[in-house]
């Protein structure tokens, strides 16, 4: 379905897209030379996360970024939801309409899937309704990622840095824990066309609309509304489970569980792999100090409570402590923040960081 837009509403999807872009690329600037002007105040030492803090919040470029982010974001969804209004009955029936005749792959719902707690109490990276609570979560993802990452990622490009990051082997079962709207997802159908590919997630509008967007790519993805602490694959069964920006949403006992989960279904040899930024001590240690304090800050602001946390601990410990052995950590080419380009400076440049490990065989 072609969701129409006015032209005054294009125009409108069209300065806030704009707003967007300049958040993530033309504000940051601005903060790395306030640091860069002060940071003699630590004679040649690197300032802690507590010292960049107090360093930045003098800062005219964070402080208006800070709140920049925090409402442009609230306008873009408030753009989106106005844009869909009018057309909502349609729009809702399209995403209800799924595995059509001809469909390649398939959509299955079930309504007793519960909303993980983490979620409950939090607007997760402020979108109204969080992933669960609004049916048109899964368009209103898509249209937001678009400009927020300045249309670096329009060809997958963060799926298929996963993709392109895990051995190349010849899997026959592909499973994407916290698929979304499948983004993620879609790069392993081109990658592994042996393989059967599945999304898994708990929100059923991610679902709804990850099952349209993958048809109207072509591809085959099988999309499975299930926790991914729990999911309906059985024992021994998967070659690859992966999953993209999932972790840093949960809580440790999710991420526990998640692991625990990937090690039942993977068969003996099989490999799981995650991709997130890297923890703190990577970033205070190889990347820009203020790459930290960027991370850290912008959960707090964006409601993405687990970020703190996430980037604290000890992702390969984690992944032994659920049975993987050979687990490793991996900086894979991030196209997006200009850390393996030359492109201007977004979000802080650092790899992307894949977390690997196998089940025995
Ligand atoms: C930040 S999004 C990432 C989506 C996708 N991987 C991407 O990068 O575009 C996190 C996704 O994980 C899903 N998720 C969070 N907790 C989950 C759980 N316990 N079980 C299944 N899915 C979960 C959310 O619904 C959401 O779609």
Known sequence: ???RKTRTEQARFDFVSGLMGYNSTGIGPGMVKHYEDHKHRWGGRKPTMAETKALMTESPA???GAFFERHNHAMMFETILGIIDKQKDDVIKWLDTH?????????????TVAVPRY???????????????????GIMYHWMIGPFLCHRDDGNEMGWALANGVPNRDYKTIVDLGCGMGKTTIPYCDKFPNATVYGVDYAAPMLKYGHKFAESQKKKVHFVQARAEHTPFED???????????????????????????????K???????????????????????SEFLL????????????????SIDRPKMFEKAGFKNVK?????????GWSTNVDYFFGAYPWWMTIGEKKA
């Not at 939090?122 to 609004?134: L, R």
């Not at 003996?268 to 203020?290: D, R, T």
């Not at 850290?296 to 980037?311: A, C, H, Q």
């Open 1 to 3: 379905m072609h969701i």
């Open 62 to 64: 964070y402080k208006f």
């Open 99 to 111: 595995n059509e005749p001809g469909a390649l792959g398939s959509l299955k719902l079930d309504p």
């Open 119 to 137: 979620y409950k109490n939090v607007e997760i990276h402020t979108q109204p309704g969080s992933f669960h609570g609004n049916p048109f979560a």
């Open 236 to 266: 021994n069964s998967v070659d690859l489970v992966a999953a993209i920006w999932l972790f840093h949403e949960i809580n440790s006992r999710a991420m526990d569980e998640m692991c625990a989960e990937a090690h039942r279904i993977l």
């Open 268 to 290: 003996p040899g099989g490999v799981f792999a995650i991709m997130e930024s890297p923890p703190f001590k990577v970033l205070s240690e190889q990347f820009h100090p203020l």
């Open 296 to 311: 850290d800050s912008t959960g707090r602001r964006m409601e993405d409570p687990f970020i703190p946390l996430f980037f």
């Open 329 to 337: 950590d991996v900086g894979l080419p991030n196209h997006l923040t």
